[in-house]
């Protein structure tokens, strides 16, 4: 093979390809080399090395592989429990990182009512109003502020509440709530069932998968439906809850002749101010001073689904781009807090004048420059960074610079309560049209597609190619995170994408105006799917709970720990949830059926991996249509297609 049709293996997406190739050129090391260089350890990705202890770590490989008897660890455990163990710790620390995020907006959020750090403000009081009913508040007899505190406080006290159950459990169907207290998947605290659950993954502890399970199922849920839900609320009512918005993405969003700033990583807090900082006056004159026609800020990862659902701010790319950008010698300073940060992107700076700058005591790296934000003067530390970059761009080497000329349009900011909108009109807002299309046949069910890149597939590829295939049978798409990055980088998330469809969902899209691939957010925004498919079943018409409606999710190309809390999540809410790529617990067959068929009896959702997009975008299609059998509308279904076939026939006479 060429070097050239080596790299074209490696991604789908034009920019990434002319960089990597550029990179080469430039002996910059990048995820892709060190992914060709280094297989993965074939025991651990199974999910059959147990390091909890030091007896180990042990081993356990089947009876197939290894030519000899099933093992199980010094201490006895099977593979089931170890597989189970840890696939349960990536649970607690995928829900650990969401839920602290959470929390961290929560504690913010609280200080700003308090009117204790400027800045930050109310944006969104009817959302403000709607978590104050959430908790039982008297809405009517405080202001505004008054509310405020008290739902901020009350946010807070979730993560520590000892006893109970989450406030917005409240939010499920009552179907939903009832199956999870019966099951006592029930979350009490967010940070107790972490806690929990890596007190029961210790050594000698709970060693029946099913109850290990089970805890996970409630650590999960903690995120979903607590703090994954609480950041995205509490950001809609700071920052403004977003509707739908036109941007553009891709490398080529960054400019030769601005200050490019990129901001990478999760929370919004810091990202927000320097938004602002990048419009002071003092900074662009600063800017033009050095030489620069503007300051430009653009969003990488989740910060970048943010900023732009909020500000229309442009994206530079998803995670497997993040050193790309740097070696386009363009970026002046690359601002990371939390979460899906290589470490690598330090050395890759090391080539350029790029600035790392990172802003978070829980995430500092080795010789980047530390400037930490300080929520009590946010706007300082934002202008003290973006100062930085703007003294940097002085040092840029313009023969060094190669911006990718790609970048695409999409259109972003797809909250629940924006489908809401749109589908029903501003003053008839309901889910009722969606679901009359669904029960109609027009639309033929409902995916959530999210999650991440993973440098050991195609990148961007497994998801457009899924995404694709579900929109030419009438599915409808929910997308957040590095998905929606990657469809908006395919040109799926405009209106145009319609043509993709199939005629039932491509007439829906073309009467509406949407796309039919509906960017919500960020990866802690999938709260909004929950949101989103509550609101189905609510409006009626497709079941009592969301293991009854015509849905699936799946991530093709996940690889953090949190992917697997979401999907954990999303399964012990009725989902079927298919993962692509790998899978954690292929090492032990009795753990991994009871994952993707064991389930299914007692939670109505149920695990599944299918690394194959086409086959994943099959099997969801046919989860799809037994559902829609069950609720007795799949002979809708049938007539429309008869109908279009009809028509079809009748025009080609
Ligand atoms: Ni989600 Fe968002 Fe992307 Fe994956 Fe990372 S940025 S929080 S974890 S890689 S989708």
Redesign the pocket.
């Known amino acids: 093979m060429t070097k050239k049709k080596v790299h074209e293996h490696l991604t789908s997406c034009d920019a990434s390809r002319q960089m990597i190739e550029i990179a080469a050129q430039r002996g910059i090391e990048t995820v892709f080399d060190r992914a060709s260089a280094m297989r993965p350890c074939p025991i651990g990705a199974a999910g059959v090395c147990c390091k909890n202890c030091a007896m180990g770590p042990c081993r356990v490989v089947s009876a197939k592989e290894a030519g000899e008897p099933a093992k199980v660890g010094l201490c006895g455990a099977t593979q089931e429990t170890i597989a189970s163990r840890n696939f349960a710790r990536m649970v607690a620390a995928g829900a650990a990182a969401h839920s602290d995020h959470g929390r961290g907006v929560a504690e913010v959020f609280l200080l700003a009512a308090r009117g204790e750090i400027p800045g930050y403000g109310i944006k969104d009081e009817q959302k403000l109003l709607q978590l104050g009913l959430d908790f039982g508040l008297d809405v009517a007899n405080l202001s505004v502020q008054e509310l405020a505190v008290q739902v901020g406080e009350k946010c807070v006290s979730q993560f520590g509440q000892q006893e109970g159950e989450l406030v917005f459990l409240k939010r499920a169907p009552l179907k939903r709530q009832e199956l999870w207290r019966k099951h006592r998947l029930a979350p009490r605290g967010i940070d107790r069932e972490v806690v929990e659950l890596m007190h029961r993954t210790h050594t000698g502890v709970d060693q029946d998968y099913k109850n290990i399970t089970a805890q996970a199922a409630r650590c999960a849920l903690s995120d979903g439906w607590g703090g994954s839900l609480i950041a995205t609320e509490l950001q809609d009512v700071m920052f403004g809850t977003p509707v739908p918005v036109a941007g553009s993405i891709n490398l080529g969003v960054l400019k030769a002749d601005e200050v490019n700033v990129i901001v990478h990583g999760?929370e919004p807090l810091l990202s927000e101010m320097v938004v602002v900082a990048s419009q002071d006056p003092d900074l662009l004159d600063l800017a033009k001073k050095n030489g620069a026609a503007g300051i430009n800020v653009a969003g990488m990862?989740?910060t970048a689904n943010e900023i732009l659902m909020r500000h229309g701010l442009p994206i530079a790319g998803?995670?497997l781009q993040q050193e790309l950008a740097i070696a386009t010698g363009a970026v002046d300073a690359m601002v990371v807090d939390v979460?899906?940060i290589m470490q690598a992107v330090q050395k890759t700076a090391e080539n350029f004048h790029t600035l790392v700058v990172t802003t978070s005591p829980k995430a500092k790296m080795q010789g980047a420059t530390h400037i930490e934000f300080d929520e009590h003067d946010a706007i300082a530390t934002a202008k003290k960074i973006v100062r930085a970059a703007v003294e940097n761009f002085t040092r840029r080497d313009r023969k060094a610079v190669n911006i990718p000329d790609v970048r695409t349009d999409m259109v972003a900011g797809f909250s629940h309560e924006t489908i809401n909108y749109l589908l029903g009109g501003t003053f008839r807002s309901s889910y009722k049209p969606l679901n009359d299309n669904i029960i109609g046949g027009r639309i033929r069910g409902i995916a959530g597609v999210?999650?991440?890149?993973n440098a050991r597939t195609t990148d961007d590829e497994p998801h457009i190619l899924l995404i694709k295939e579900l929109i030419k049978n009438d599915v409808i798409v929910l997308t957040t995170?590095?998905?929606a990055m990657a469809c908006g980088k395919a040109g799926l998330l405009t209106p145009e994408a319609a043509k993709h469809c199939g005629a039932g969902l491509a007439e829906i899209c073309e009467t509406v105006g949407i796309p039919p691939v509906l960017h919500l957010g960020?990866?802690v925004d999938n709260s909004r799917i929950l949101m989103a498919a509550t609101a189905v079943v609510k409006e009626g018409g497709l079941g009592d709970d969301i293991n009854e409606l015509p849905a699936a999710g799946a991530a093709p190309g996940?690889?953090?720990e949190?992917?697997v809390s979401i999907g954990h999540y999303f399964v012990a809410s009725g989902v079927y949830t298919v993962f692509g790529t790998t899978f954690p617990t292929l090492g032990s067959q009795v753990y991994t059926d009871y994952l993707f068929n064991g389930l299914e009896e007692s939670w109505g959702g149920m695990w599944d991996f299918e690394p194959d997009p086409l086959k994943m975008a099959a099997k969801m299609i046919a989860h799809i249509d037994k559902k829609r059998a069950a609720l007795g509308i799949d002979k809708a279904r049938e007539r429309v297609l008869m109908d279009m076939a009809m028509r079809r026939e009748l025009e080609a006479t």
């Not at 999210?450 to 890149?453: L, S």
């Open positions: 999760h990862c989740c998803n995670f979460q899906c999210v999650g991440c890149n995170g590095c998905v960020s990866c996940w690889m953090s949190k992917a």
